[in-house]
């Protein structure tokens, strides 16, 4: 059986960054995918152009049991690190808002850097290679499609639940559980949210129709674009709360952030513009119509008593929504929820029980904002492990 110092499991970000590590250390590695091609998460990510960091990027971004677990791993292997890596291999890159690093040549780049990295660390690949079954005696053996393989390291980097299309599967969370390793419950993350079938019947027609709004769920806010689908909800602001939502609550929206609605009504009383109108100068038009459609009669500014006014601002300030669902894990950009923190070092990424067996990625429950925090969590948590690997 051909042995190896560590194996490791899915050829993502996370797995690819492992095994450049792991190699860099002179350690023998072999790294196995189900998939033809290396990283098809990543080269979709960002729409293709890849949002492989944050500049701005703490705990505070993440959704965890334990939300400081990926404190030490991102300050071991820092934002600046990758892109030190990335200047390395003159890849050239631009920051969008909030601190989100977009590759200027897109996924593709970062995906044959991290190849290059990989061959100059002499790591073997099985690509096309069905896992069987994985055990451990003295060492790990990996069962597969091909031959069967063994190490003194397993590394599990096979992702979350996530768009299954990219080749996401649970052989992460079985694994786990095979070792009895807890994993918490997991849910579709950062996902396009459902409308109610009363919702959809008044904001039909908006699709495509995109603006700036605060959407909230209870104590977590967001302030961003949302955009109307012909389903439900998505855009940045949406997907972010989404992680947040719960279902059968309500989330709130603020359709007009940092406008005085109500005192622009008061300065324009005496106006006989129609409601519908007068909304349109400040939103979307088709969105003022729906509104109007769906929740106010529209008439002539002059004919709204004070308390109306107060009424129509409180409900475009904090318009409740509640959605059906989401989009499921289709259409999700990462999964909430994984192998349990608890059960991890965070300086190594190593299982307490098991010796020799790690967890990195997304498999792992942590889980990022939008804005590049996933994928620095898969490279921090990638380089973390590769780093240790014994
Ligand atoms: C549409 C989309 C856009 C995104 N955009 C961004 C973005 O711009 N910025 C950002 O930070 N994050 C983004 N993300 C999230 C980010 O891509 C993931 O968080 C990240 O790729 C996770 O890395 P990973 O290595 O843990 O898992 P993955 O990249 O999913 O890699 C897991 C690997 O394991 C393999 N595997 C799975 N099951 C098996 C099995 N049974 N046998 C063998 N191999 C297996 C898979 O084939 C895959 O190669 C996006 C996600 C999506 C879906």
Request: with cysteine; proline share 4%.
């Amino acid at each position: 059986m051909k042995t190896y110092d560590a194996i490791i499991i899915g050829a993502g970000a996370a797995g690819l960054m492992c095994a450049v590590e792991a190699g860099k250390r002179n350690r023998s590695v072999l790294l196995i995918d189900h998939s033809a091609s290396i990283a098809k998460k990543l080269a979709i990510s960002g729409g293709g152009r890849c949002n492989f960091t944050n500049r701005f990027i703490s705990s505070e971004n993440f959704i965890s049991g334990d939300p400081r677990f990926c404190e030490t791993a991102i300050e071991g292997f820092t934002p600046d690190d990758f892109i030190s890596l990335l200047k390395k291999h003159r890849i050239k890159f631009h920051e969008k808002s909030l601190g989100q690093l977009f590759c200027d040549g897109g996924s593709a780049q970062i995906i044959s850097m991290l190849a290059v990295e990989c061959r100059r660390a002499n790591i073997e690949f099985a690509l096309n290679c069905d896992i069987l079954e994985v055990s451990k005696n003295e060492r790990f053996e990996v069962a597969t499609s091909r031959e069967n393989f063994a190490a003194n390291s397993l590394v599990v980097a096979t992702g979350g639940l996530s768009f299954p299309k990219t080749g996401a599967s649970d052989l992460g969370h079985r694994i786990a559980k095979r070792f009895g390793i807890g994993v918490t419950p997991t849910k579709p993350a950062l996902v396009p949210l459902l409308f109610g079938a009363g919702d959809r019947a008044i904001f039909a027609g908006l699709s495509g129709v995109s603006l700036p709004a605060v959407v909230s769920f209870g104590e977590q806010r967001f302030q961003d674009n949302i955009l109307f689908t012909h389903k439900g909800l998505s855009g940045p602001a949406a997907l972010q709360i989404s992680s947040y939502w719960e279902k059968g609550a309500p989330i709130s929206i603020d359709f007009l952030p940092e406008i005085d609605l109500l005192g622009l009504f008061t300065k324009n009383q005496s106006r006989k513009i129609e409601l519908k109108n007068f909304l349109a100068t400040l939103m979307p038009k088709s969105l003022a119509e729906a509104l109007c459609r769906g929740f106010f009669e529209s008439r002539r500014l002059t004919q709204y008593p004070p308390r109306e006014f107060r009424r129509i601002s409180e409900k475009l300030h904090s318009f409740e929504l509640l959605p059906y669902g989401t989009e499921g894990f289709a259409r999700a950009e990462v999964t909430l929820g994984g192998v349990d923190t608890a059960e991890l070092s965070p300086k190594t990424m190593e299982s307490k029980r098991v010796k020799g067996l790690y967890f990195v990625g997304e498999v792992v429950d942590v889980t990022g904002w939008l804005g590049g925090y996933n994928l620095q969590w898969a490279w921090s948590s990638g380089a973390t492990a590769g780093r240790s690997i014994g």
